[in-house]
């Protein structure tokens, strides 16, 4: 079983930054890719950016720019650096990550969530 932690969430105003954290732990023999996904009150769940063990990267044409997402592979952590927040990111963000296992086996797992409030 994997765990993925998220922290960094809360309230900023308008044009503000906050920056996501998100740890996994557990059976983990090898994660080949982590991210974010967002989910807004009334909207499905978007991919808004993702990172592989590799580090290639993409992001969601509405992040573009403002968002950077990295990560530390001797850690297991993901972040996500938002910059220039807007209202419209209000959202719970989901941290995931694809882990293969020990045994060979590939899951997807998916964190608690974190809110993130953006006020004018």
């Known amino acids: 079983q994997v765990q993925l932690v998220e922290s960094g969430g809360g309230l900023v105003q308008s044009g503000g930054s906050l920056r996501l954290s998100c740890a996994a732990s557990?059976?983990?023999?090898?994660?080949?890719?982590m991210g974010w996904y967002r989910q807004a009150p009334g909207k499905q769940r978007e991919l808004i950016a993702g990172?592989?063990?590799?580090?290639?990267?993409n992001y969601a044409d509405s992040v573009k720019g403002r968002f950077t997402i990295s990560s530390d592979n001797a850690k297991n952590t993901v972040y996500l650096q938002m910059n220039s927040l807007k209202p419209e990111d209000t959202a719970v963000y989901y941290c995931?990550?694809?882990?293969?296992?020990?045994?060979?086996?590939?899951?997807?797992?998916w964190g608690q969530g974190t809110q993130v409030t953006v006020s004018l």
């Open positions: 995931y990550a694809k882990v293969t296992s020990h045994g060979w086996a590939v899951y997807d797992y």
């Open positions: 557990g059976s983990i023999f090898s994660i080949n890719a």
């Open positions: 990172i592989t063990s590799g580090g290639n990267t």
